[in-house]
């Protein structure tokens, strides 16, 4: 069973750097099948996707975001991770990470998400 946890500090101050773990289990991010993304939702609103990595290390990101974060993964524990420069209270929400397999048939599983709140 394929499970993801993400985690944070929770409270971040403006400008700062956030760093967030997605830790997997019971899958590898080896599998060239699976893309693993992060996806966020500010209070209120929709979802907006923030970025993904492949098996490989690709990455790709939300053309919006993208001079702002860093996707990274460590295949040994295994984690994916997602780092955001300068943040702001627009950064605010709940972050979400996502593993999608193409399949056939393509699966989408997601953690319950992590609470950030940018804020001095």
């Known amino acids: 069973q394929v499970q993801l946890q993400e985690s944070g500090p929770g409270l971040v101050k403006p400008s700062q750097t956030l760093s967030l773990t997605c830790t997997v289990s019971?899958?590898?991010?080896?599998?060239?099948?699976?893309?693993w993304s992060w996806v966020r939702q500010p209070p209120g609103k929709g979802l907006e996707w923030v970025g993904a990595?492949?098996?490989?290390?690709?990455?790709d990101h939300n053309a919006s975001l993208k001079s702002r974060t860093s996707i990274s993964k460590d295949d040994a524990k295994p984690a994916v991770y997602l780092q955001m420069s300068n943040l702001q209270p627009d950064d605010t929400g709940d972050y979400f990470c996502a593993v999608d397999f193409l399949g056939p048939p393509e699966t989408v599983l997601w953690g319950q998400g992590t609470q950030v709140t940018v804020s001095s």
């Open positions: 990595i492949t098996s490989s290390g690709t990455t």
């Open positions: 019971g899958a590898s991010l080896t599998d060239n099948s699976a893309h």
